[in-house]
C-alpha cells in the first residue's frame, strides 16, 4: 500500500501564481519524519524541508512554506508567486522508525510555470 | 566541497548482463542508501550501508547486492538484468543518526538502460 499519496500528478500555473502540492501520509509509528525534495530536470533530488512528526509548527522559507498536519495526515507544499524556475517534479517522503528511517517517497507532483 | 558523486552518468547494459554503479558519499558522511526510480515514479529504496555492512533492505530481490568500502563509498551491483532494472539509481548520504536531520544528500544519479 502507498504509505505517501501526492494525488496531484501534475499541476501547471502562471508565473506569479501561487501554488499548493498537497501530501498525505499514512504510518502507524509516532516517531517519523516527513520531506519534500525538488527534482530538476538535471535528477539530483534537492532537499527543501524536513518535520518530525513531534513538530507541527508550520514552516515559512522565502516564497516557500509547509503546512503539517497529524489530525488529516497531511504536509502540503505552498509556493508562493511561482516562477519559472520553480518548474520541477516535487516529492513528498516519508521515514519511520518501523522502516530504520529509509525514505519513502510518493510518486512525485510535477509542476510547470510558464511565463 | 563535493556533494554525492555517482559513476557512470548513463549506462547501457543487455538483458542478462551484470552491471556495476558506484557512489562517492558526501565529505564527512558515513552511511550511503540506494534508491531506484523508474520513470514518472518516486525512487524506491534499495538498501542501505553502514560500517560496510547491510543495515536496511528494500523489497528488491537477490539479484540487487551491494557493498562499502572502508572510506564509505559504495557500489551498487545487479546481476542478470531485467528490461524492468531501466531506471534511475540514486545514491543518498548521511551521517549515522544525523539522517533526519540533513533530509539525506543525493547524486545526480546513474541512468540504466537494459535492452
Known amino acids: 500500500a502507498q504509505k505517501v499519496t501526492q494525488a496531484q500528478t501534475e499541476i501547471s500555473v502562471v508565473e506569479k501564481e501561487d501554488v499548493t502540492l498537497d501530501c498525505v501520509y499514512e504510518?502507524?509509528?509516532?516517531?517519523?519524519?516527513l520531506f519534500w525534495y525538488k527534482q530538476p530536470p538535471s535528477g539530483e533530488l534537492v532537499f527543501l524541508i524536513r518535520?518530525?512528526?513531534?513538530?507541527?509548527q508550520n514552516e515559512i522559507s522565502g516564497r516557500y512554506s509547509w503546512n503539517f498536519q497529524k489530525s488529516t495526515s497531511s504536509f502540503n507544499f505552498t509556493i508562493t508567486a511561482s516562477q519559472v524556475v520553480d518548474s520541477a517534479v516535487y516529492f513528498c517522503?516519508?521515514?519511520?522508525?518501523?522502516?530504520?528511517?529509509?525514505?519513502?517517497f510518493g510518486k512525485g507532483t510535477s509542476l510547470l510555470v510558464t511565463p | 566541497d563535493a556533494g554525492v558523486t555517482q559513476s557512470p552518468t548513463h549506462l547501457i547494459k543487455t538483458r542478462g548482463q551484470q552491471v556495476t554503479l558506484r557512489c562517492s558519499p558526501k565529505?564527512?558522511?558515513?552511511?550511503v542508501s540506494w534508491y531506484q526510480q523508474a520513470l514518472g515514479q518516486g525512487p524506491q529504496f534499495i538498501f542501505q550501508?553502514?560500517?560496510?555492512?547491510?543495515?536496511q533492505r528494500g523489497n528488491f530481490p537477490d539479484r540487487f547486492s551491494g557493498h562499502q568500502f572502508p572510506n564509505y563509498s559504495s557500489e551498487l551491483n545487479v546481476n542478470a538484468l531485467l528490461l524492468g532494472d531501466s531506471a534511475l539509481y540514486l545514491c543518498?548520504?548521511?551521517?549515522?543518526?544525523?539522517?533526519?536531520?540533513?533530509?539525506?544528500?543525493f547524486g545526480s544519479g546513474t541512468r540504466l538502460t537494459v535492452v
Open positions: 543518498a548520504s548521511s551521517l549515522e543518526n544525523d539522517g533526519q536531520e540533513d533530509g539525506y544528500t
Open positions: 504510518t502507524r509509528d509516532t516517531t517519523y519524519y
Open positions: 518535520r518530525n512528526s513531534f513538530d507541527e
Open positions: 517522503a516519508l521515514s519511520e522508525l518501523y522502516s530504520g528511517y529509509a525514505l519513502n
Open positions: 565529505s564527512g558522511h558515513d552511511t
Open positions: 550501508y553502514y560500517e560496510e555492512e547491510e543495515r
